[in-house]
């Protein structure tokens, strides 16, 4: 990762919803790209008032508060930091929900109007009934950034990297842990077809990271389309991230849960 030094005009305190939008930002990025110059580093450098510097150093300080990174930083910059890591990691669907309100209200417009094309069907719920889905709707788009970032935006089995054929595929699905619906562990980058295919179980991955076919899809094994799509993965690896590695605890519990044996 860049070194970046603080900026001795930026002395002004840094506030609680600052850091929040810096831990926001640090898991949308992949892994050591932190860089003072990345355009998601100015563009909320500009939104809070700050330098594309202190920004970049605040990034640094959360990749040393992370025990996925153990990357070194300043000693009193992890000690201000620390807590808003630990709180997320304790409750991450309330941070990244709030973090998202607070972006959205710097950008001069409302988390729903932010993400109206996701909320578009949902226009005429009400009540608690709206807000609990639109904070799911929100949360999981969230999800999807931060797993396509852990795998630098590519299909951890075919290194497709066209951002509009890949899913964030969760190993234990959403409705079934909420703590650990937005643990980045818990998300595989797959592109369309082999996000279905193991959210129906009928693939999984084994404790090495290796693809495993059902019996539901060995089955057309004399198909053309098993040979040009399922073949060539049977037994391949998945593409590790530096960052956060898929969690084999949860990849036997899909096998156990999910997989179509």
């Not at 075919?158 to 909420?178: M, R, Y």
Request: charged share 30%; net charge neutral.
């Amino acid at each position: 990762m860049q070194h970046v030094v603080l900026n001795m005009a930026d002395k002004r305190l840094w506030t609680p919803d600052e850091f929040k939008l810096v831990l926001n930002l640090y898991f949308k990025l992949p892994f050591g790209k932190l860089h003072r110059s990345r355009p998601e580093v100015r563009e909320l450098a500009d939104l809070i008032g700050r330098t594309d510097n202190s920004v970049a150093l605040r990034l640094v300080n959360f990749a040393a508060c992370d025990p996925a990174i153990h990357q070194k930083g300043m000693t009193g910059g992890i000690d201000k930091c620390q807590p808003y890591f630990d709180a997320f990691v304790n409750d991450r669907e309330k941070l990244a929900f709030e973090s998202e309100q607070i972006l959205a209200r710097l950008q001069n417009t409302t988390i729903e109007q932010k993400y109206a094309g996701i909320l578009d069907d949902v226009k005429d719920v009400k009540g608690e009934e709206r807000e609990r889905i639109v904070k799911t709707r929100v949360n999981q788009n969230y999800f999807r950034l931060m797993v396509l970032a852990n795998y630098d935006g590519k299909c951890a089995l075919t290194g497709i990297d066209i951002p509009e054929l890949l899913l964030a595929s969760h190993i234990i699905p959403w409705a079934k842990n909420k703590q650990e619906r937005l643990n980045p562990c818990n998300g595989i980058c797959l592109s369309a077809l082999y996000d279905k295919a193991f959210d129906q179980g009928l693939m999984g991955f084994d404790s090495k990271y290796r693809a495993i076919l059902s019996s539901r899809i060995k089955e057309k094994e004399g198909k053309e389309y098993y040979h040009e799509y399922f073949a060539p993965i049977e037994g391949r690896k998945l593409a590790i991230p530096a960052k956060y590695k898929p969690d084999t605890g949860f990849l036997e519990w899909h096998m156990d849960e999910v997989f179509q044996r």
